[in-house]
Structures are given as C-alpha cells and as structure tokens.
C-alpha cells in the first residue's frame, strides 16, 4: 500500500472528548471511502465483538474486498476477544482501513500500550481546557464563514456553557443568520438573550439529580426561547458520559486532579458527580444514554415532533436512575 494510504493500517483514536472523537473518525473514513467509495464500512462497539465477530468484519466480504471497520469504546471490549483485535491492529490486512477509539480511562490499558510500543499511528481527543476554549469557538466560528473577537466567543461560552457539541450548535445558529459577518460581544448577547439560564445544561442537572418536573418545565422554556433541540441532547450526553466514567473510575486510587482528567471534568465537578453517583449505577447510565441517543436522532429529523421526543427522554431518564 501507498504510504499515504489509511489502508493496510491501524489508527487509535484516544481522548474523552466525544466530537474531536468523531471528527477524528469521520476524516479518517472520508478518507477511506475516497480511496475505494465501494469498501464496505462497518462501525460497531467494541462490546458486541464477541463470538468471532471481529474476525468476520476485518476479513472482508464476497461484496466489498475493501473494508472500514471503526470499533467504538475499546475499553469494553470483551477479555476473549482481546488477542485477535491485538494481532491484526497490530497487523492489518492491505484490504482494511482499522480505527479503534478508546475513551480514555484504565480499561483496556493493557492493548492501548501494546498499539503504542508498536507506533501504531494515535490521535488524542483531549478535552479542550477552559482558557483554550475561546480560540477554538473563534476558530470554529472561521469554520462557517464568521469572525468572532474573543469577547463574542467568551460570552458565547457564558450563554451556552463548555460542551463542544453545544458550542458548535449554537455557532451553527448564529451563521444561519450571520454567516460572512464580524459576531462583535453585543450581538451574542442580543441573539442569546435570556438562554444563558435556562440551557441544556440545566435540564440535564435536573434530569440527573431526580428532578423531572422541573427538567420538564425548563425544557419546555427552553424550546420556547429559541434553544435548539440538539443543544439539550448533547448537553444530557455529555454529563452522562461524565457520570459514567466517574462510576467507572471511582474505585481507582489516584489523585483527584488525575482522575478528573480521566473523567474529563474540572475537578471542583467531582462533588457533584459524587452525589449523583449515590443514585446511579452503570445499567442506569446506560439506558440514560441510549435514551438520549434515540432521541438525538429524532430531534434530527427522525421525529415529527422533537419536544415531544426530549420529553419522552427526560421520562426514560428518570426511570434509568431509579433502576
């Protein structure tokens, strides 16, 4: 294979901030499929891999003798089906284009160090720190055709909160309506006005803690000031994944600055998530993300009503902490 090529070899995709995930995923497959448009793609969590499976899907098909396989959430993927992803990450047949995509944590560490000692190629998704995050909404921001001076960006921080995802939605309104313009501070505030109290992040405080009437009630204000739809599920998916990892990670002896940096929360939100944690468990997360996940969906068309479809969520969400 041409040097150049994303067949023929394997990249580790590592970090626990889910969009630069993606991004990272979606070029390499771009990528791939300009390559050869007519491989086969599959992307599948590393949980379903048993049985042989990953075998099937690496060795090609009698359709496609070129295959993308992207496996999700390494860290779960089952102990007997560790060797064979092993031998061929660490040599992939010429016909595969391999990316695996590991959240970070100490699950799995054992085959994330084996990658590593044999070079295999490694893109970190890091959670973008605090005071980075203004260059990344102005960068973002040239992304869609608009400037933004780091005043507009920090008040557009303030309004929406540090999710990615949320901040990407919310630049995505603002080019629907200003797309080739300089964003000066006034008019974020002008178009953000009255959101920055009731945001996604504030339905999703009150979904994990137990409150549904009042995540209820501010969903529904929410919707009516203007919050997109997607803003309320990424901001639930994103402080799930974070609970999830805190449960996860708790019983780890490492000190809090590093295991907020595994869960990738600033550390003061450890509190938090340890209280939470009183009422959750893993299965209950789960369900909760899947919920939201489904509802992510609708929200994008999926659904002819999308409040209807965020309400149902918050419901299921509010039984998957009582499980």
Request: aromatic content about 4%; some cysteine.
């Amino acid at each position: 294979m041409a040097a150049s090529s994303v067949f023929g070899n394997t990249v580790l995709i590592q970090g626990s901030e889910p969009l630069i995930a993606e991004r990272a995923v979606a070029g390499r497959v771009a990528q791939a499929q300009r390559e050869h448009p007519d491989a086969e793609l599959t992307q599948i969590h590393a949980g379903d891999l048993g049985d042989g499976r990953f075998a099937d899907l690496t060795g090609g098909s009698l359709f496609a003798s070129w295959v993308i396989v992207v496996v999700d959430d390494l860290a779960s993927l089952p102990e007997q089906s560790l060797p064979l992803v092993k031998q061929i990450a660490l040599d992939p047949f010429p016909e595969l284009s391999l990316t695996l995509v590991h959240g970070g944590g100490a699950k799995g560490r054992g085959l994330i160090d084996a990658l590593k000692k044999a070079k295999v190629s490694c893109i970190a998704a890091d959670p973008i720190r605090a005071w980075e995050l203004p260059k990344f909404v102005a960068a973002e921001a040239r992304s869609l055709r608009m400037s933004m001076d780091t005043q507009a960006s920090q008040d557009l921080i303030d309004a929406v909160g540090t999710d990615l995802r949320s901040l990407t939605g919310a630049l995505r309104q603002l080019a629907s309506d200003y797309q080739g313009e300089q964003l000066s501070a006034s008019m974020v505030r002008r178009y953000f006005a009255g959101r920055a109290e009731v945001t996604g992040f504030a339905v999703a405080d009150d979904a994990l803690a137990g409150r549904p009437g009042a995540a209820l009630e501010k969903l529904r204000w929410a919707l009516s000031t203007g919050v997109a739809p997607v803003l309320v599920t990424s901001a639930l998916a994103g402080s799930l994944r974070g609970l999830g990892k805190y449960i996860e990670l708790r019983s780890a002896r490492m000190p809090q600055n590093d295991l907020a940096r595994q869960v990738g929360v600033p550390p003061w939100k450890l509190k938090e998530l340890a209280r939470l944690s009183r009422d959750w468990g893993p299965k209950g997360v789960s369900l909760a993300i899947r919920a939201v996940a489904r509802a992510d969906e609708q929200v994008k068309g999926a659904a002819a009503d999308p409040g209807f479809a965020l309400e149902q969520m918050l419901l299921i969400i509010d039984k998957a902490r009582q499980s």
